[in-house]
C-alpha cells in the first residue's frame, strides 16, 4: 500500500489485528506551525513525541544540575521531580527522551535538556541551564559564542547530535542538491550553518497530529 501525502496534511493507516480481522484507523496529520498544541507532559520515547502524546503530569519541576561536565561524563543527569500523592518521583533525563511544558518541546541530550528553538526535519536545540527563568536562558545561550549548549535533533529518527561540522554535513547530505549548494556557499560558517538547516527544512517538512479542541 502506497502512502499518499496532500500539502498540509498527511494520513497514517495503522492497522489492528482482532480475532483475525483487519481495521483500518486513520490519523490525520498537520504540517507543523508555530503554536502547535503539544500536550504537557513526558515523552518516554521519540515516537511519543512523534504522535504528541505524553505521560501527562500537568504540574511538575525541572531540576538542571549545575556541572555540565558531569553530565556530558555521565556521572549526574537534569531531572525531572513532582508529587505523586506523598510521594515525590524524581526521573532523570536520561531515562526519558523529553518533555513538554507550556507548549515548548525539551529534549535529553547528553543527560541535560535542550529546547527545540527551530523545529523541521532538523530541529535546533539549546541547552537549558538553570532552575527558574527557562526562557531567559535559552535566549542567554541562543546568544552565546560557545557551540557546548547548541545540539541537533533528526526529527526522522529521534537522534540527537552536537552541533559540530560532521554531524550537520550528515544530515544536510540527504538533500544531494542542497548539501552541494552548502558546501559551495562562502558565508560565514555559523550563517550558513543556520541558513541551510532553515532551507532544509523548508523543502523537508515535518508532521504532527491533528489536535481537535
Given amino acids: 500500500m502506497k502512502l499518499s501525502m496532500i500539502w498540509l496534511s498527511s494520513i497514517f493507516l495503522i492497522l489492528f489485528l482482532d480475532s483475525g480481522s483487519c481495521q483500518i484507523v ?3 496529520m498537520v504540517e507543523y506551525e ?3 498544541p503539544f500536550k504537557t507532559g513526558i ?3 521519540f515516537e511519543n513525541f512523534k ?3 505524553t505521560i501527562e503530569i500537568n504540574y511538575f519541576h525541572v531540576i538542571t544540575i549545575a556541572s555540565e ?3 556530558r561524563n555521565g556521572r549526574l543527569s537534569d531531572y525531572i521531580k513532582y508529587e505523586s500523592g506523598s510521594e515525590t518521583i524524581k526521573i532523570k533525563g536520561e531515562d526519558i527522551w523529553g518533555y513538554s511544558k507550556k507548549g515548548d518541546v525539551y529534549v535529553s541530550h547528553r543527560n541535560m535538556f535542550y529546547k527545540i528553538f527551530k523545529y523541521g526535519s532538523i530541529c ?6 538553570g532552575n527558574t527563568r527557562e526562557d531567559d536562558e535559552i535566549q542567554k545561550h ?3 559564542a560557545t557551540s557546548e549548549h547548541h545540539a541537533l535533533l533528526d526529527a526522522n529518527t529521534g537522534k540527537t547530535y552536537d552541533f559540530k561540522t560532521k554531524y550537520l554535513d550528515s544530515l544536510l547530505v540527504k538533500d544531494e542538491e ?7 556557499s562562502n558565508i560565514k560558517k555559523r550563517d550558513k550553518d543556520y541558513l541551510f538547516i532553515r532551507k532544509f527544512n523548508e523543502q523537508h517538512k515535518i508532521y504532527f497530529p491533528v489536535v481537535n479542541e
Fill in 26 to 28: 486513520e490519523k490525520e
Fill in 34 to 36: 508555530f503554536g502547535y
Fill in 43 to 45: 515523552y518516554y520515547t
Fill in 51 to 53: 504522535e504528541n502524546s
Fill in 69 to 71: 561536565a558531569a553530565c
Fill in 124 to 129: 535546533y536545540l539549546v541547552a537549558l541551564r
Fill in 142 to 144: 541562543f546568544n552565546a
Fill in 178 to 184: 542542497l548539501y552541494e549548494e552548502y558546501l559551495n
